[in-house]
């Protein structure tokens, strides 16, 4: 899949999302615009010849946590309210 692709997939989502006021959707068009960086540093991470698969991990996640932290809390965060446990 082509990089202009995700890059354009990935605005249309978060333009979706904002029109819609869902805080997923955008983190879900923010994840896909980081995920080809994300997946280019963690193969020039790894890419040594001393290099194991906990480097590709390390350089992966050193851009992809944060947009998946956000995600997963607001998840979290919206099952908690469609379950009744928050008062917000």
Same mark, same amino acid.
């Given at each position: 899949?082509?990089?202009?692709?995700?890059?354009?997939?990935?605005? /249309?989502? *978060? =333009?979706?999302?904002?029109?819609?006021?869902?805080?997923?959707?955008? +983190?879900?068009?923010?994840? #896909? @615009?980081?995920?080809?960086?994300?997946?280019?540093?963690?193969?020039?991470?790894?890419?040594?010849?001393? /290099?194991? *698969? =906990?480097?590709?991990?390390?350089?992966?996640?050193?851009?992809?946590? +944060?947009?998946?932290?956000? #995600? @997963?809390?607001?998840?979290?965060?919206?099952?908690?309210?469609?379950?009744?446990?928050?008062?917000?």
């Amino acid at each position: 899949m082509p990089l202009s692709f995700v890059a354009i997939i990935g605005i /249309a989502v *978060i =333009i979706f999302g904002a029109i819609m006021r869902s805080a997923i959707l955008i +983190i879900l068009g923010v994840n #896909l @615009i980081v995920a080809p960086i994300s997946f280019f540093i963690g193969i020039m991470a790894g890419g040594g010849p001393d /290099a194991t *698969i =906990i480097d590709f991990f390390k350089g992966f996640l050193t851009f992809q946590l +944060i947009p998946l932290l956000f #995600l @997963i809390f607001f998840i979290i965060r919206r099952s908690r309210k469609i379950l009744g446990g928050a008062t917000n």
